[in-house]
């Protein structure tokens, strides 16, 4: 009687110990271990509790986002057309598709930890391989690096799509690396840009304040010119109005005459306004 009590109980514990769970938001395949369908019988599984038996295992691929950062020695480098060797963190974001996960692991035959440090590792160095080695040095490392990273995630988001896995995003998690001369130059060549950058503002800006002067002074000497034609306008008509009136120029002597006559006067000289009692 204890023999079966004892059998029952390493029986019950062998059917608890075999029970696998499959979490929410995961998809589960259990996959037969040995024989001669070995990685080929497999069996999708929703959430759940499922018996996983001594020759299967039972592989867990979660359906919402994943992250994962390859840093240190993981960290991807790659290289540029001048075979300078480029490198840093990168991050990458993506998650399985549901209704895929068998064509996902009947293709790398791995769990999804290893198919993302292994296999997508592999192909996001490889496309920063690829694309990086026709690119110079500035463009991976200056403006153009966003432009190479679009290219990368592009490239493979389109390798793993048909096989279940949706790429969010990659990015770089660090700055990247570049050996320390290649650095030093191109710092002095940005250096060097905006200095030039700052001469041509101070060039224009020059520029611009000897218009306004030359503006300026150009005003006033037109200005200028103005009055004087104006003035020059006001005595010619003024001496053509007294050649043609010489009465007038009698007139205004006598408006400013005091009424004293000269104290001394040149022998044979005339007296003034002689000619003013003619009428009487």
């Known amino acids: 009687m204890k023999r079966i009590i004892l059998s029952l109980l390493i029986c019950a514990l062998a059917a608890v110990a075999g029970c696998s769970k499959v979490p929410a938001g995961n998809v589960g395949v259990i996959v037969n271990l040995y024989g001669s369908d070995k990685g080929v019988d497999m069996k999708e599984v929703g959430t759940g509790r499922y018996w996983v038996g001594l020759n299967e295992e039972l592989y867990l691929f979660p359906t919402f986002t994943q992250t994962e950062t390859w840093s240190g020695q993981e960290a991807i480098s790659f290289q540029t057309v001048e075979g300078m060797k480029v490198g840093g963190d990168v991050g990458i974001t993506y998650a399985v598709a549901p209704d895929k996960v068998t064509t996902l692991f009947q293709k790398y035959r791995s769990g999804i930890d290893e198919i993302t440090n292994k296999f997508l590792r592999n192909m996001v160095r490889d496309a920063f391989n690829d694309i990086a080695s026709k690119l110079p040095v500035e463009s991976v490392y200056g403006a153009g690096k966003s432009d190479l990273l679009q ?82 306008k006001a005595i010619e008509i003024r001496a053509q109005a007294l050649r043609a009136n010489p009465d007038v120029v009698t007139l205004n002597a006598v408006e400013k005459w005091d009424g004293k006559l000269p104290t001394y006067m040149a022998p044979g000289s005339a007296m003034p306004f002689i000619g003013l009692g003619t009428n009487k």
């Open 151 to 232: 290219a990368v995630e592009q490239r493979v988001r389109n390798q793993v799509k048909p096989i279940g896995i949706n790429i969010e995003r990659i990015y770089y998690a660090s700055d990247l690396v570049l050996p320390p001369q290649v650095t030093q130059s191109l710092n002095a060549k940005i250096q060097a840009t905006q200095m030039a950058e700052q001469r041509r503002n101070e060039v224009a800006q020059a520029k611009a304040e000897a218009d306004k002067e030359r503006a300026r002074a150009q005003g006033e000497a037109d200005a200028k010119l103005t009055l004087a034609t104006a003035d020059a």
